[in-house]
Every structure is written in C-alpha cells, then in structure tokens.
C-alpha cells in the first residue's frame, strides 16, 4: 500500500517526466544553453544580429525598487548592450497588456542606478519577448510587434528603443521574416520538425535536463514541498492551508504573481480575497 508521500513523489516525476518546452521550468533550463538561447533570440528578431550572450540568467529576480517582484524566464544582454527578456506563456490570464508594462518599468528600474543619468538607457535597447500559445489580439498574426509613435504621424517614432514582441503559437500564416520561428511556435502545440536541426538540438537539451539527477531533484523538492502545503489546508482548514501554501511559496522565492495564482485556483478565491491573504 503506498503512503502519501509515495504518491506525492510518483506525480511529481510524472509532471517532470511530461514537461515540454512549454513548461516554465523546462523552458528556462533549455535556456541556460547559450547557443539555444541566441539562436532562439535571432530567429525571434532577426534584425537585431546578435552575436554573443554576455549575460544570461533564467528565473531572475528584479526588486528594485517596488513592492511586487518580478521573475523573468529569460534575461540576456547581448555584446551590443541590448537587453532581452523572453518569457513563455501558456495561459491568458486576460492580463497580457498590464503584465508588459509591468515588466518594462522593472527593466529600467534595474538598468537606471541611483545618481545615473536618464541617457544612460540608451545604452540598453530593450526588448520584451513574449511566446503565447493562444492569440491574445485575435488577428491571427504570427508576431505582434509594438513600438511607441506618435498618434498623428506614424512615421514619427518616440525613440525610447523599447520593443514589446507577442508571438502566437495558432498561427497559421507567417510572413517571410517570420519564417525561421515558425518551428519553434509548432514545437510549444508538441508538433516536432524533426528536419529542423535547431528543433532538434531543443529536443536533445530537453532529453538532456531530464536526465540530469540534480535538477530533477531541484524540482522534487519543490513540488513536494508545494502538496505538503496544500495537504496542510485539506487537514487544517482552508485559512491555515492558504496561508502555509504563502509561506512555503515565499520560502522558495517564487514571485508573488505565481502566488496568487496558486491561491486563486488552489482554495478557489476571486483576485481581490487572495490579495488580502497576501497582505496579511
């Protein structure tokens, strides 16, 4: 008869086991390879001809100053000074607008140190990559990209070199620039070219990460540690349970929108009820 801790470690392996690229935590892992991540970045915007990765780090924290902390997937800088963050999203939350902005004002904040001039960010083109699979603006485009420009003139251009670029995994059509992603946005619906080498070389690094005894212990750990929480609210009422899920996640310096969500749709709580527990 297995015990319940058994059980946990059984459907925890099997979410590790079932992990595709499409996994927040996979999808970091595949990006720690540098070669994966630069190619992903020029196939994203291949204008942009990045050469190198000089910095590269996966869930990465930013707290600068503000109350909500933000943990992008992927963030790189490149040799030019551009600074990319590629985040994977699965689910629409019906948010997608507000959490750019979000995103974009962490950015800066981390880029702008205290005494520095505002012209320092020109040294630091940003550009906020954002791979859906759903089509948050319905005109079934392959890439959304936004800029700031003016109303009345859209050939005047605000010139603060911010990019937000949406990808929309439902594509059916794609222009010839956007071509070369065109694989990557079949692989997050599990459609695999197995003629792509690129492709293939995701695929391998996937095999490879599971296969790896210490993140998959990484993971245990963490998923684990998450059900013990969530046992605790079924045996000591919803109140204690909500909170222990809070404190365990904070614990494991998860991000507090991750938080919420995981309350939210843990003990069934509208927005505005998970907030309060957060606060308290």
């Known amino acids: 008869m297995c015990t319940n801790l058994e059980k946990n470690i059984a459907t925890a392996l099997a979410i590790w086991e079932k992990m595709t690229i499409t996994s927040d935590p ?40 503000a109350a909500r902390r933000v ?38 904040h981390s880029l702008l140190l205290p005494g520095k001039n505002y012209q320092d960010l020109r040294k630091h083109p940003t550009y906020i990559i954002m791979f859906c699979d759903f089509d948050y603006y319905g005109r079934g485009w392959a890439r959304y990209t936004f800029e700031n420009t003016c109303l009345r003139d859209h050939n005047l251009k605000l010139n603060d ?21 065109k694989n990557f946005l079949a692989l997050m619906r599990n459609q695999v070219d197995n003629k792509s080498k690129f492709i293939t070389r995701i695929q391998d690094e996937i095999a490879r990460v599971k296969q790896d005894p210490e993140r998959r212990r ?57 907030i309060k527990y957060l606060k308290n």
């Open 71 to 108: 943990r992008y997937d992927v963030y790189v800088q490149d040799e030019q000074g551009n600074i990319i963050v590629i985040e994977m999203q699965v689910a629409d939350k019906q948010n997608l607008p507000d959490r750019l902005r979000y995103y974009q004002e962490q950015v800066d």
């Open 26 to 65: 996979m999808f970091g892992m595949v990006m720690e390879n540098k070669e994966i991540c630069l190619e992903l970045i020029n196939r994203a915007l291949p204008h942009l001809k990045a050469q190198k990765v000089v910095q590269l780090a996966t869930q990465k924290d930013i707290n600068v100053v």
């Open 161 to 181: 070199q911010r990019t937000v670029v949406v990808f929309n995994a439902l594509a059916k059509e794609f222009k010839k620039d956007e071509e070369p992603i």
């Open 218 to 274: 990484g993971f245990m750990k963490f998923e684990l540690e998450l059900m013990d929480a969530r046992n605790a609210g079924l045996k000591e009422g919803e109140t204690k349970g909500i909170y222990a899920l809070i404190h365990t996640l904070r614990d494991l310096d998860v991000d507090e929108t991750i938080i919420k969500q995981k309350v939210m749709s843990n003990f069934n709580l509208s927005d505005t009820e998970a």
